[in-house]
Antibody
């Protein structure tokens, strides 16, 4: 069965960077796009962007352009999301979510990781 | 950016009630709308996509309708496990956006 297993919780200081991993299993990792979504405490869902695990191509939400980098390691079926220059309002649960489609748009997020809490505090 | 609004933002209901949640888009999104259910401390779960297609394994008491700018999620007979927050999502254009959520609570 499809599983997305994310790395553990992180505590970072303002200005630092964080890198969250998402290990995929149960499907062909390079066949389908991976999105990243975050959720601040008590708030709604915010889309950050996607990576094409096959080509490494990315598309980031404008809000995160210049601060987010999405990468992958196909040898271990793992996607990564790195967010730099962290601020207190980046405190959130970060989710990876896979789309069972060859298109990153138009198709919903079928499976989600369990989430990774990133806390930014001095 | 396409803005999604949901109404109501909070809903108090009893087991067995019929519940309807509305999602409105700031511009037409055809049928590129999905609904998710989220319980506290858990990841969202896909319920409906393409506005009205039930995801495999989701109970038939959930249904979706609409196109263009107005969409609805209906739960025909609310069950105890349905108390959660529901989000709509548009997949018509970038950036992908979500509605602010509707929390369904026990009356």
């Amino acid at each position: 069965q499809v599983q997305l297993v994310q790395s553990g919780a992180e505590v970072k200081k303002p200005g630092a960077s964080v890198k969250v991993s998402c290990k995929a299993s149960g499907y062909t990792f390079t066949g389908y796009y991976m999105h990243w979504v975050r959720q601040a405490p008590g708030q709604g869902l915010e889309w950050m962007g996607w990576i094409n695990p096959n080509s490494g191509g990315t598309n980031y939400a404008q809000k995160f352009q210049g601060r987010v980098t999405m990468t992958r390691d196909t040898s271990i079926s793992t996607a990564y999301m790195e967010l730099s220059r962290l601020r207190s309002d980046d405190t959130a649960v970060y989710y990876c979510a896979y789309v069972y489609s060859s298109s990153p748009l138009s198709h919903p997020f079928d499976y989600w990781g369990q989430g990774t809490l990133v806390t930014v505090s001095s | 950016d396409i803005q999604l609004t949901q109404s109501p933002s909070f809903l108090s209901a009893s087991v067995g009630d019929r519940v309807t949640i509305t999602c409105r888009a700031s511009q037409g999104i055809s049928s590129y709308l999905a609904w998710y259910q989220q319980k506290p401390g858990k990841a969202p779960k896909l319920l409906i996509y393409a506005a009205s297609t039930l995801q495999s394994g989701v109970p038939s008491r959930f249904s979706g309708s609409g196109s263009g700018t107005e969409f609805t999620l209906t739960i025909s007979s609310l069950q105890p496990e349905d108390f959660a927050t529901y989000y709509c999502q548009q997949l018509n254009s970038y950036p992908i956006t979500f509605g602010p959520g509707t929390k369904v609570d026990i009356k």
